[in-house]
């Protein structure tokens, strides 16, 4: 049972470059989240998606775009990487929310990504 | 908007000994759930412990134990007996039991590192 998967695990980019972060999870959930991890400050949400066709902003949106392809996959992209887009990622995903259910968020296992 | 906070940056303890790592949390809400996350240098985060807002009982598993007061917006989290294995960052994180907006999305504290000496 693979769980979120996450590709890359690492990427080097140049200043204004661009990528995508693929996430694909099985377990047939229907939330996805993006989070970044920087140090001294936890992880932060980027987007989410409560359900197949619908994307939010998080708490740090600005630089990011995502695009919820099915109900398994939900992307991340740099349209313009930036140095302060350095960062380690993390895809997460649960099931439907409803605020009764403690399903917990299961998370990939992340891709470091420098920007110089 | 809800906040949590680990005032510890790093904590250590010897092997076999207790360890209690702190997190406080800001919010209006009176239902919510509190985690502890575990990320070992493989980066993996791993679910250590829940605990439900609602419920006065404080959450156990295992070695792992929180330590909840609600009045006091405090989730502290006990390691007894810790293990070489327990070494790792640790992330306290609240998450609104409101559906519609909140939609599941955890806030996560700065983190604890904890060092284990054996």
């Known amino acids: 049972n693979a769980g979120v998967t996450q590709t890359p695990k690492f990427q080097v980019l140049k200043t204004g470059q661009s990528m995508t972060l693929q996430c694909a999870q099985d377990?047939?959930?229907?939330?996805m989240y993006w989070y970044r991890q920087d140090p001294g400050m936890g992880l932060r949400l980027i987007y989410y998606s409560a359900s197949e066709g619908t994307t939010d902003k998080g708490e740090v949106p600005n630089g990011y775009n995502v695009s919820r392809l099915n109900k398994r996959e939900f992307s991340l992209r740099l349209e313009s990487a930036a140095p302060s887009q350095t960062s380690v990622y993390f895809c997460?995903?649960?099931?439907?929310?409803?605020?009764?259910?403690?399903?917990?968020?299961?998370f990939g296992n992340g891709t470091r990504l420098t920007v110089t | 908007a809800q906040t949590v906070t680990q005032s510890q940056p790093e904590m250590s303890v010897q092997e076999a000994e207790t360890v209690t790592l702190s997190c406080t949390y800001d919010t209006s809400e009176s239902d919510y759930y509190l985690f502890w996350y575990k990320q070992p240098p493989s980066r993996q985060m791993i679910l250590v412990i829940r605990q439900e807002a609602y419920k006065q009982q404080n959450a156990t598993e295992n070695r792992f134990s929180v330590n909840f007061q609600k009045a006091a917006k405090s989730f502290s989290l006990k390691i007894s007996d810790s293990q070489l294995g327990d070494a790792a960052m640790y992330f306290c994180?609240?998450?609104?039991?409101?559906?519609?907006?909140?939609?599941?999305?955890?806030?996560f504290g700065q983190g604890t590192i904890l060092t284990v000496h054996p």
């Open positions: 994180a609240y998450r609104s039991a409101k559906g519609g907006t909140s939609y599941g999305k955890l806030t």
């Open positions: 997460a995903s649960s099931e439907l929310w409803t605020g009764e259910n403690n399903s917990p968020l299961h």
């Open positions: 377990m047939n959930h229907n939330s």
